[in-house]
């Protein structure tokens, strides 16, 4: 049934020998791998907004025509991370994420911290993507407003189940919301320069547009500095063309760097025309409401327009997360290769995707959600510093890179993209973690580390294991001696069967049993002596109806007073016919086997009887 259900849910098993089919042309890589980065047109403008607005409390609030220079800044830096990833995606066609860069070039340290910040990132990118999807559609029905952590919670699990799918399969599904969401925001765009400009629509909060700036002071840098960090969110999921460039068809590098400048692009356009057409129609950040939608009431009204604009803004939200559904399991079989992680992260499940990689993320992106009760404003400020520095360690071992392999002829030019590249991104690290540090930055700042930290005691694990079963200066193994334990608890056929295979690997055996309610075993060593007389029994009384505590005492007496090298307990359990019918049943075997684990010089065995009825 299990069986049949998984297949129903995820699809029949793929060959290994298709793997190469799974690749994507540009067409269909761009909804995969854009989603998550154009996205955040949807809510960048307003954490800027939001950022200006902060003061108002002190009398400080900011005029909102200052989202205009903030954006263009972040439009600039835009371009700037774009044109020092290109470089990054013809250097290391196999994929060039921050991890694999800094790795080869800066080191271990380095690479672990980039790897770290990208998979903390990728887990806040559906925690946030997945609860601003729904905020889009909570804003529109809210009447919703209060069921949004359920929502989300499902929203992730349909988006797990779609991504084990395979794929292919999630780029056909995915794709047409992403255009459906770049065609709005479009439309949004002209439509609302066309009445702005040709219709004389009124501005609908004009005394916010109309603000005079405050004299320049501490405060006001302050305020301009967190609404460019929080305006930050708009890059973030650039760097995941350079992450997922192993999707793409060949030609390899000139696919993936093509779409990343097509990403930038689009990303830029969106969020300079949302940010103008905003202060352009005095649009301010309001409780229960986006500031998209409330941009697209004032361009469309009410209408099935702005009902389309808001669908697909959920759609792109929520597909930002996708973008996580497809770097970060690749990141984590990269890192598990490397013995950072679980080796369970590096290997494929039935469809050629990283299962258990895509399980973990929607776990831990789903504890998030609960954490924050859906909440973006309280998780945009986690959101941004993992990202920039993994920008930041990617330019800089980009940098390292071109000192040793480029040509003269080319040497600076490359040198000196990545170089500003790394130093931009850097200063924006500092200004974000500085003013988003007490608002939540400072939990990523102590994750980072910590995550680090893992990784090396998960490397270090894997190594002494290695040395563990190293065969250097290892002696040929003798044959073993070992003593066999049978525990029982009456005479059966299942008993009998135990009793044989014990006898069977062993020349020396003991059945045992446990007297827990003090009555007089002589029928049991009756039973004994017709069918098992050259197998001697032993009766443990246990006056406090103890099964394990007297069993486990025996068996590492024998254990520690005999010289042979182990001990095989050989346990006698059934296995039902039907899967509910072993709940009828106690669990003395299972819960046997898992006290007796961590014994050493111990060997468990089941005998198992295959119930028939």
């Given at each position: 049934?299990?069986?049949?259900?998984?297949?129903?849910?995820?699809?029949?098993?793929?060959?290994?020998?298709?793997?190469h089919e799974?690749?994507?042309?540009?067409?269909?890589?761009?909804?995969?791998?854009?989603?998550?980065?154009?996205?955040?047109?949807?809510?960048?403008?307003?954490?800027?907004?939001?950022?200006?607005?902060?003061?108002?409390?002190?009398?400080?609030?900011?005029?909102?025509?200052?989202?205009?220079?903030?954006?263009?800044?972040?439009g600039l830096?835009?371009?700037?991370?774009?044109?020092?990833?290109?470089?990054?995606?013809?250097?290391?066609?196999?994929?060039g994420?921050?991890?694999?860069?800094?790795?080869?070039?800066?080191?271990?340290?380095?690479?672990?911290?980039a790897?770290?910040?990208?998979?903390?990132?990728?887990?806040?990118?559906?925690?946030?993507?997945?609860?601003?999807?729904i905020?889009?559609?909570?804003?529109?029905?809210?009447?919703?407003?209060?069921?949004?952590?359920?929502?989300?919670?499902?929203?992730?699990?349909?988006?797990?189940?779609?991504?084990?799918r395979?794929?292919?399969?999630?780029?056909?599904?995915?794709?047409?919301?992403?255009?459906?969401?770049?065609?709005?925001?479009?439309?949004?765009?002209?439509?609302?320069?066309?009445?702005?400009?040709?219709?004389?629509?009124?501005?609908?909060?004009?005394?916010?547009?109309?603000?005079?700036?405050?004299?320049?002071?501490?405060?006001?840098?302050?305020?301009?500095?967190?609404?460019?960090?929080?305006?930050?969110?708009?890059?973030?999921g650039?760097?995941?063309?350079?992450?997922?460039?192993?999707?793409?068809?060949?030609?390899?590098?000139?696919?993936?760097?093509?779409?990343?400048?097509?990403?930038?692009?689009?990303?830029?356009?969106?969020?300079?025309?949302?940010?103008?057409?905003?202060?352009?129609?005095?649009?301010?950040?309001?409780?229960?409401?986006?500031?998209?939608?409330?941009?697209?009431?004032?361009?469309?009204?009410?209408?099935?327009?702005?009902?389309?604009?808001?669908?697909?803004?959920?759609?792109?939200?929520?597909?930002?997360?996708?973008?996580?559904?497809?770097?970060?399991?690749r990141?984590?079989?990269?890192?598990?290769?490397?013995?950072?992680?679980?080796?369970?992260?590096?290997?494929?499940?039935d469809?050629?995707?990283?299962?258990?990689?895509?399980?973990?993320?929607?776990?831990?992106?789903?504890?998030?959600?609960?954490?924050?009760?859906?909440?973006?404003?309280?998780?945009?400020?986690?959101?941004?510093?993992?990202?920039?520095?993994?920008?930041?360690?990617?330019?800089?071992?980009?940098?390292?890179?071109?000192?040793?392999?480029?040509?003269?002829?080319?040497?600076?030019?490359?040198?000196?993209?990545?170089?500003?590249?790394?130093?931009?991104?850097?200063?924006?690290?500092?200004?974000?973690?500085f003013?988003?540090?007490?608002?939540?930055?400072?939990?990523?700042?102590?994750?980072?580390?910590?995550?680090?930290?893992?990784?090396?005691?998960?490397?270090?694990?894997?190594?002494?294991?290695?040395?563990?079963?190293?065969?250097?200066?290892?002696?040929?193994?003798?044959?073993?001696?070992?003593?066999?334990?049978?525990?029982?608890?009456?005479?059966?056929?299942?008993?009998?069967?135990?009793?044989?295979?014990?006898?069977?690997?062993?020349?020396?055996?003991?059945?045992?049993?446990?007297?827990?309610?003090?009555?007089?075993?002589?029928?049991?060593?009756?039973?004994?002596?017709?069918?098992?007389?050259?197998v001697?029994?032993?009766?443990?009384?246990?006056?406090?109806?103890?099964?394990?505590?007297?069993?486990?005492?025996?068996?590492?007496?024998?254990?520690?007073?005999?010289?042979?090298?182990?001990?095989?307990?050989?346990?006698?359990?059934?296995?039902?016919?039907?899967?509910?019918?072993?709940?009828?049943?106690?669990?003395?075997?299972?819960?046997?086997?898992?006290?007796?684990?961590?014994?050493?010089?111990?060997?468990?065995?089941?005998?198992?009887?295959?119930?028939?009825?």
């Amino acid at each position: 049934m299990v069986r049949s259900l998984k297949k129903w849910l995820i699809g029949t098993p793929l060959e290994t020998a298709v793997l190469h089919e799974q690749r994507l042309s540009k067409k269909a890589a761009l909804p995969i791998l854009a989603s998550d980065n154009l996205s955040s047109a949807a809510y960048a403008t307003e954490e800027i907004v939001v950022g200006l607005l902060a003061g108002a409390s002190v009398g400080m609030a900011l005029p909102l025509y200052y989202a205009i220079p903030i954006g263009l800044a972040i439009g600039l830096l835009t371009g700037v991370v774009a044109i020092s990833y290109g470089q990054t995606l013809h250097a290391y066609p196999t994929g060039g994420g921050a991890y694999t860069v800094a790795k080869e070039n800066l080191g271990i340290t380095p690479a672990l911290v980039a790897g770290s910040s990208l998979l903390v990132d990728y887990v806040l990118t559906v925690a946030v993507s997945v609860a601003a999807g729904i905020a889009a559609i909570t804003s529109a029905i809210p009447a919703l407003y209060s069921h949004r952590v359920l929502l989300s919670l499902l929203t992730i699990f349909v988006i797990l189940l779609m991504n084990l799918r395979g794929v292919r399969e999630s780029a056909a599904v995915f794709s047409g919301p992403v255009y459906l969401f770049i065609g709005c925001a479009f439309l949004l765009i002209l439509a609302g320069l066309a009445r702005y400009f040709f219709s004389g629509v009124a501005v609908i909060h004009p005394v916010a547009a109309a603000t005079p700036a405050p004299p320049w002071n501490p405060t006001m840098v302050f305020l301009l500095l967190h609404a460019f960090a929080s305006g930050c969110a708009a890059l973030t999921g650039i760097e995941a063309v350079a992450n997922g460039v192993t999707i793409f068809k060949p030609p390899v590098s000139r696919n993936a760097s093509t779409v990343l400048y097509i990403l930038a692009t689009l990303l830029t356009a969106m969020f300079l025309g949302i940010t103008v057409l905003s202060y352009f129609y005095g649009i301010q950040p309001r409780e229960g409401e986006t500031m998209l939608s409330q941009l697209g009431r004032a361009v469309f009204g009410a209408g099935p327009v702005y009902y389309t604009l808001q669908v697909a803004t959920m759609a792109i939200l929520v597909l930002a997360a996708n973008t996580s559904f497809a770097d970060f399991p690749r990141l984590a079989s990269v890192m598990a290769k490397d013995r950072f992680l679980p080796r369970q992260l590096s290997n494929f499940g039935d469809r050629l995707v990283f299962s258990n990689g895509m399980i973990v993320l929607a776990a831990l992106a789903g504890l998030l959600v609960v954490l924050f009760q859906a909440d973006v404003h309280l998780l945009i400020p986690l959101y941004m510093v993992g990202v920039f520095v993994a920008f930041t360690l990617s330019q800089a071992g980009m940098v390292v890179h071109w000192l040793r392999t480029a040509e003269k002829r080319l040497r600076r030019l490359r040198i000196g993209v990545n170089a500003f590249g790394a130093a931009t991104t850097f200063v924006v690290l500092v200004v974000v973690a500085f003013v988003k540090f007490l608002e939540g930055a400072w939990v990523i700042a102590v994750a980072i580390p910590l995550l680090v930290w893992i990784c090396l005691q998960m490397r270090r694990h894997y190594f002494e294991v290695g040395l563990e079963f190293s065969l250097t200066d290892y002696e040929k193994p003798r044959d073993l001696l070992h003593t066999a334990i049978v525990p029982v608890a009456g005479m059966n056929r299942m008993v009998l069967a135990a009793v044989e295979y014990a006898r069977s690997i062993s020349k020396d055996v003991i059945a045992v049993t446990i007297n827990v309610d003090q009555a007089d075993p002589e029928k049991l060593e009756q039973q004994w002596e017709e069918w098992a007389p050259d197998v001697p029994l032993v009766v443990l009384d246990s006056p406090y109806r103890s099964i394990h505590r007297p069993l486990l005492q025996f068996i590492q007496e024998v254990e520690r007073w005999r010289d042979d090298d182990v001990v095989t307990v050989v346990v006698p359990e059934f296995v039902a016919k039907r899967w509910w019918h072993q709940f009828l049943h106690n669990q003395t075997s299972l819960l046997l086997k898992a006290a007796l684990l961590f014994q050493p010089r111990i060997v468990v065995v089941s005998v198992r009887q295959h119930l028939r009825r």
